[in-house]
C-alpha cells in the first residue's frame, strides 16, 4: 500500500474466519498494533500510524466480535485473543514482530510473548494489567451510548442488539481474566515498555509490579492522562514509543539501582 499514513482496511481469511485486516507500506520490521477491548483499530491507529510508518512494517486487525470482525464463541476471553494474534503472526505478518498492545491489547501482547517468545521481538503495554486485580475501580455495565450504537451499527457484521450483550459479557470477563503470576511475566525475555496514565484505571501499584517482574522492563508513566493516554497527549506518547523501539538495547544508566542484579551477561 501507499505510505500515506492510512489504510482502508480489507477482509482477510485467518483460519476459517474473516477478519478485518490492515497492513502499511514495508518500510522495515514489523509492528503489531493490538487495540483495546470493546475497541477496534481506527479508534487509536490515527494516534500512532504517522509516527511509526516511515520506519516500520506496520500491521492491525479488528479481533473477533471488535470492530469489523464478527464474533466467534468465546472470542472475549483471553486465551482465544492469545491464540488468534498467534494465528495472526504466523499466518499475516509471518516473521517476528513488535506488538504495541492497548489495555487488553497489551494483555494480549504479554500472552504471545510467553506463549511463543520466538514471535515476539519487544512489547509496548499501553494501561495493561497481568491480573484482573490491577483495575483501580468497579465497571458497572452502562448501555452503549447512542453514539457508540450508531457506528457499531455502521461498522459490525453482528446484529446492532449484540452490542450491548458484548459489553456485558466483556464485563463479566475482566472480573476474572487475566490471571498472570510475576512468575510468568519474568519468563519475557525480551524489551517491555511498560507505559500508563498517572491517573490510569489500573492501579500504580499493579503497574509497577508488572515492570519490575520484567527482566527487561523499562516504564513510563505519562503526567497529565488517563487511561486513554495515546488521545491525550499523542506528542509525548509517540516520543517515548519511538525512543523505545529506536533502541532496544539493554538500559546502560549511571545510577543503576534495579538494575545492578540483572546486567547482561551476568
Known amino acids: 500500500m501507499d505510505s500515506d499514513f492510512t489504510s482502508e482496511g480489507a477482509y482477510r481469511d485467518l483460519r476459517g474466519h474473516q477478519i478485518f485486516n490492515y497492513e502499511w507500506a514495508d518500510n522495515g520490521e514489523a509492528v503489531v498494533l493490538l487495540h483495546g477491548g470493546l475497541s477496534q483499530t481506527s479508534h487509536w ?10 520506519d516500520f512494517h506496520l500491521f492491525a ?3 473477533a466480535g471488535h470492530g469489523y470482525t464478527s464474533d466467534r464463541a468465546g472470542s472475549y476471553h483471553f486465551d482465544f485473543q492469545t491464540k488468534e494474534a498467534i494465528a495472526y503472526l504466523e ?5 517476528p514482530a513488535h506488538l504495541i498492545g492497548w489495555s487488553d491489547g497489551g494483555i494480549i501482547a ?8 520466538d514471535l515476539v521481538k519487544s512489547i509496548v503495554a499501553i494501561g495493561a494489567n497481568y491480573d484482573h486485580t490491577g483495575t ?18 455502521r461498522t459490525s457484521p453482528d446484529a446492532p442488539h449484540t452490542l450491548n450483550e458484548k459489553i456485558k459479557k466483556m464485563l463479566d470477563i475482566w472480573k476474572v481474566e487475566p490471571t498472570l503470576t510475576p512468575a510468568d511475566l519474568a519468563k519475557i525475555e525480551v524489551p517491555v515498555l511498560v507505559l500508563a496514565g498517572d491517573d490510569d484505571v489500573i492501579s500504580h501499584h499493579h503497574t509497577i509490579t508488572l515492570y519490575e517482574a520484567l527482566p527487561l522492563g523499562q516504564l513510563a508513566i505519562i503526567p497529565g492522562t488517563s487511561h486513554i493516554v495515546p488521545k491525550e497527549k499523542p506528542g509525548l506518547f509517540n516520543a517515548m514509543i519511538s525512543h523505545f523501539l529506536g533502541d532496544l538495547s539493554y538500559p546502560v544508566t549511571k545510577m543503576p539501582i534495579r538494575r545492578v542484579s540483572n546486567q547482561p551477561g551476568e
Open 45 to 54: 491507529d490515527y494516534v500512532l500510524v504517522p509516527e511509526l510508518e516511515p
Open 61 to 63: 486487525y479488528d479481533r
Open 91 to 95: 499466518d499475516v505478518v509471518k516473521e
Open 110 to 117: 504479554l500472552m504471545v510473548a510467553i506463549q511463543r517468545p
Open 136 to 153: 483501580s475501580i468497579d465497571m458497572p455495565f452502562v448501555p452503549a451510548s447512542e453514539e457508540d450504537q450508531d457506528e457499531y451499527n
